[in-house]
């Protein structure tokens, strides 16, 4: 079976909603293996509630949990007996473990995927790589998206190697990868971005399509969006606050008056395909590619269905061979640099 370390204490729902979505994952799938890390007895207490095979499902007790509030560093060097360090731990000794799911502290499950499971050889920097749906129903990521604020054009030109690699795994044919820039024209931006833009051009190993501005990255014209941690980040947070923004202006007016709210009936099939399509749930966690093991960073408010959506996510990544593929794109990039 592939064997799967969950936090169970990880996240704004612990352990009730994380220990559901585990229970969710092994009835559907019979080759997972779950094991939840945290607090036993309360561990237990959740299972008690559920049916499902036990041979799916073990425990990693835990006394401590790492809150927001905490330094990462500090958190992920002095509590030891954490859900989040000892999944770590363990993910780093057994050999059978082939990743890592928190919905916790962000900067604590970042640090730790540097400092415990350590880089795939030949990796400069690990990089946060999460997944949007677009309007035409394809799917975009964007790399990097906050693990590293300052990039050399190397660490894009790596960005775009692991993450094309990644949307391969979930069905992507030749990813289209583009570069998050101030405009579509070639010579655009600062030196950085057109230093980046030669690396990118010449790289054999992926699509690149050009630059790309923020305001595309919904289009479903691109497939990747390679950036630095800083740049990705703040179009990660500028997207979903648009996004959000929007829908709530939405409902205030289809409340403002009695006609809007007999339209709103009519096209009640309509709102809810499209909250379906950029449902955060279904698409579930933000990888840290780069990592030796695979490790996913869950929404903190993740419910049951959105940890059973990272398990699964982890399950196609290591299906998939990930790892084993992004470290046979980078040698083939060394190679000719060579």
């Given at each position: 079976?592939?064997?799967?370390?969950?936090?169970?204490?990880?996240?704004?729902?612990?352990?009730?909603?994380i220990?559901?979505?585990?229970?969710?994952?092994?009835?559907?799938?019979?080759?997972?293996?779950?094991?939840?890390?945290?607090?036993?007895?309360?561990?237990?207490?959740?299972?008690?509630?559920?049916?499902?095979?036990?041979?799916?499902?073990?425990?990693?007790?835990?006394?401590?949990?790492?809150?927001?509030?905490?330094?990462?560093?500090?958190?992920i060097?002095?509590?030891?007996?954490?859900?989040?360090?000892?999944?770590?731990?363990?993910?780093?000794?057994?050999?059978?473990?082939?990743?890592?799911?928190?919905?916790?502290?962000?900067?604590?499950?970042?640090?730790?995927?540097?400092?415990?499971?350590?880089?795939?050889?030949?990796?400069?920097r690990?990089?946060?790589?999460?997944?949007?749906?677009?309007?035409?129903?394809?799917l975009?990521?964007?790399?990097?998206?906050?693990?590293?604020?300052?990039?050399?054009?190397?660490?894009?030109d790596?960005?775009?190697?692991?993450?094309?690699?990644?949307?391969?795994?979930?069905?992507?044919?030749?990813?289209?990868?583009?570069?998050?820039?101030?405009?579509?024209?070639?010579?655009?931006?600062?030196?950085?971005?057109?230093?980046s833009?030669?690396?990118l051009?010449?790289?054999?190993?992926?699509?690149?399509?050009?630059?790309?501005?923020?305001?595309?990255?919904?289009?479903?014209?691109?497939?990747?969006?390679?950036?630095?941690?800083?740049?990705?980040?703040?179009?990660?947070?500028?997207?979903?606050?648009?996004m959000?923004?929007?829908?709530?202006?939405l409902?205030?007016?289809?409340?403002?008056?009695?006609?809007?709210?007999?339209?709103?009936?009519?096209?009640?099939?309509?709102?809810?395909?499209?909250?379906?399509?950029?449902?955060?749930?279904?698409?579930?966690?933000?990888?840290?590619?780069?990592?030796q093991?695979?490790?996913?960073?869950?929404?903190?408010?993740s419910?049951?269905?959105?940890?059973?959506?990272?398990?699964?996510q982890?399950?196609?990544?290591?299906?998939?061979?990930?790892?084993?593929?992004?470290?046979?794109?980078?040698?083939?990039?060394?190679?000719?640099?060579?």
């Amino acid at each position: 079976m592939v064997k799967i370390i969950l936090d169970a204490f990880g996240g704004d729902n612990a352990p009730a909603e994380i220990v559901k979505g585990a229970i969710i994952a092994v009835n559907k799938n019979s080759e997972i293996h779950i094991v939840l890390s945290g607090k036993e007895e309360l561990i237990k207490e959740e299972l008690s509630k559920y049916k499902y095979n036990a041979e799916q499902i073990s425990v990693l007790n835990a006394s401590e949990v790492i809150t927001n509030d905490e330094s990462p560093t500090m958190a992920i060097k002095t509590k030891k007996d954490s859900s989040l360090v000892k999944a770590f731990d363990l993910a780093k000794e057994d050999e059978s473990v082939v990743g890592v799911i928190s919905a916790g502290s962000t900067g604590a499950v970042l640090t730790g995927g540097f400092l415990k499971l350590g880089r795939i050889k030949g990796i400069m920097r690990p990089a946060l790589v999460p997944v949007f749906s677009t309007i035409t129903g394809s799917l975009v990521c964007i790399c990097d998206a906050g693990a590293n604020m300052d990039c050399k054009p190397e660490y894009l030109d790596q960005f775009a190697i692991m993450a094309s690699e990644y949307m391969c795994v979930l069905g992507v044919k030749n990813p289209r990868v583009a570069l998050l820039n101030v405009g579509t024209e070639d010579h655009k931006g600062d030196a950085k971005a057109k230093e980046s833009f030669e690396l990118l051009k010449n790289n054999k190993h992926i699509n690149f399509v050009g630059n790309m501005e923020a305001r595309e990255l919904m289009s479903g014209n691109y497939d990747v969006v390679v950036a630095d941690g800083f740049a990705g980040n703040v179009l990660l947070k500028s997207t979903e606050g648009a996004m959000k923004g929007l829908l709530n202006v939405l409902k205030t007016e289809i409340k403002a008056g009695f006609w809007s709210k007999i339209g709103a009936l009519f096209m009640k099939k309509t709102f809810s395909n499209i909250k379906a399509k950029f449902d955060y749930s279904k698409q579930g966690g933000a990888v840290l590619l780069g990592c030796q093991k695979l490790l996913v960073k869950a929404h903190g408010s993740s419910k049951a269905d959105s940890i059973c959506a990272c398990i699964e996510q982890v399950f196609a990544m290591n299906k998939g061979e990930l790892i084993k593929n992004i470290s046979k794109g980078l040698e083939a990039v060394s190679s000719e640099d060579k």
